[in-house]
């Protein structure tokens, strides 16, 4: 399941920044987005390190299907003229599966309680 949040992690940070390049395409202020990648790529990167210390690497699947999510996603949005808002309400869905993810790792991390 680790090696699975590595690859959303990766599949996140694309989405991101093809979110980015949307917002500033329309002269929207990206500094929240600028931020969110910083944080993405940070976790990944505190990810990677904690899967190395386990003898373990990111999943080898999981990793090119995320991406490819990430990228269907943004080809989605390009066809349609609220993309800026699908794009965030995806991000906004995107981080709410996450924190379930992490919680979920958190009570099998604890044994269960």
Not at 92 to 111: C, D, M, S
Request: overall charge negative.
């Amino acid at each position: 399941m680790v090696s699975g949040t590595s690859a959303w992690r990766r599949g996140e940070a694309a989405s991101a920044n093809e979110h980015n390049a949307q917002a500033q395409e329309c002269g929207v202020t990206t500094s929240s987005i600028d931020l969110h990648i910083e944080e993405t790529l940070g976790q990944q990167e505190m990810i990677g390190g904690r899967l190395e210390l386990l003898g373990s690497s990111p999943s080898a699947i999981k990793d090119p299907s995320a991406r490819m999510s990430a990228f269907m996603q943004c080809l989605g949005g390009i066809a349609v003229s609220d993309e800026l808002v699908k794009g965030g309400m995806s991000g906004y869905v995107f981080e709410n599966i996450e924190i379930a993810a992490y919680t979920a790792l958190i009570a099998a991390a604890q044994g269960g309680r």
